[in-house]
T-cell receptor
Framework: GNSVTQMEGPVTLSEEAFLTINCTYT??????LFWYVQYPGEGLQLLLKATKADDKGSNKGFEATYRKETTSFHLEKGSVQVSDSAVYFC????????????FGTGTRLQVFP | NAGVTQTPKFRILKIGQSMTLQCAQDMNHNYMYWYRQDPGMGLKLIYYSVGAGITDKGEVPNGYNVSRSTTEDFPLRLELAAPSQTSVYFCASTGTENTEAFFGQGTRLTVV
């Protein structure tokens, strides 16, 4: 079945460091890919998305490129801030007809001043 | 613009009790989902619905039931609460599979 695999956390960085959170997926067909962010005590909110191969999603300095050849959608940010501390979820939307939204296990990011 | 509204925010149940978690959205979305999030873990899909009158099981449906009589509402029913159902429950909705999923604030459920 479809699945999403994320790197385990926590990821601990100093402010202004470079961030990469790896995400790979398994899916039939051509899913849409998403990154969601969850701040403490809140629900998830969309960070960025890509709907086809080679698309790059970007928002708030974060970027991710849909790589069909490596089935990956890694999240990157050039310079993290303390306010970026949160849990990040990679997700895919199954277009096979079932329309399920499948999430990875999440990666906790902790940024220290 | 309320988005996705979940009630209650917190609940403590005794083993064997039943309850319904309410979820409503006002965006006319066809797709709705229920997830559970265990401490330190990701989201697991319980049930989902692609439209009124249509529901299907997700990854962890045992011990739960849902109904979708209207586009707006997607309640989740726990019939015989068990400690293993202690979790945070999130409801979400999307317009189509390519669009943003909107999440409720979550319901923190403890079964003792």
């Amino acid at each position: 079945g479809n699945s999403v695999t994320q790197m385990e956390g926590p990821v601990t960085l100093s402010e202004e460091a470079f961030l990469t959170i790896n995400c790979t997926y398994t899916a039939t067909g051509y899913p849409s890919l998403f990154w969601y962010v969850q701040y403490p005590g809140e629900g998830l909110q969309l960070l960025l998305k890509a709907t086809k191969a080679d698309d790059k999603g970007s928002n708030k300095g974060f970027e991710a490129t849909y790589r069909k050849e490596t089935t990956s959608f890694h999240l990157e940010k050039g310079s993290v801030q303390v306010s970026d501390s949160a849990v990040y979820f990679c997700a895919l939307s199954d277009r096979s007809g079932t329309d399920k939204l499948i999430f990875g296990t999440g990666t906790r990011l902790q940024v220290f001043p | 613009n309320a988005g996705v509204t979940q009630t209650p925010k917190f609940r403590i149940l005794k083993i064997g009790q039943s309850m319904t978690l309410q979820c409503a959205q006002d965006m006319n979305h066809n797709y709705m989902y229920w997830y559970r999030q265990d401490p330190g873990m990701g989201l697991k899909l319980i049930y989902y619905s692609v439209g009124a009158g249509i529901t299907d099981k997700g990854e962890v449906p045992n011990g739960y039931n849902v109904s979708r009589s209207t586009t707006e509402d997607f309640p989740l029913r726990l019939e015989l609460a068990a400690p293993s159902q202690t979790s945070v429950y999130f409801c979400a909705s999307t317009g189509t599979e390519n669009t943003e999923a909107f999440f409720g604030q979550g319901t923190r459920l403890t079964v003792v």
